[in-house]
Nanobody, 114 residues
């Protein structure tokens, strides 16, 4: 069984920063990509950022230049540093891990107040 444990969400004022982390454990073989998606109320889930095992990154247009994704391959952990947060970043952030299958975390709430 695969488990993704997310941490780091919370409430922050606009202009502030938060960092998220997600650690995968269990029977996962050859993780290729890890990353984050988010879903705001009444909106579709959207890409935040992904990172491959080789370190190649991909960011959603709305977070480029503000968010940074990184990963620790040895510990199957992915991080997301979020800077210059705005109320539009308010959403539930979901971790994902892709290997032979794709696994999703349960989500962590990020709320940015104006």
């Amino acid at each position: 069984q695969v488990q993704l444990v997310e941490s780091g969400g919370g409430l922050v004022q606009a202009g502030g920063s938060l960092s998220l982390s997600c650690t995968a454990s269990g029977r996962i073989f050859r993780i290729s990509a890890m990353g984050w998606y988010r879903q705001a109320p009444a909106k579709q889930r959207e890409l935040v950022a992904t990172i491959t095992s080789g370190g190649s990154t991909n960011y959603g247009d709305s977070v480029k230049g503000r968010f940074t994704i990184s990963r620790d391959n040895a510990n199957n952990t992915v991080y997301l540093q979020m800077n210059s947060l705005t109320p539009e970043d308010t959403a539930v952030y979901y971790c994902l891990v892709t290997g032979a299958y794709t696994y999703w975390g349960q989500g962590t709430q990020v709320t940015v107040s104006s």
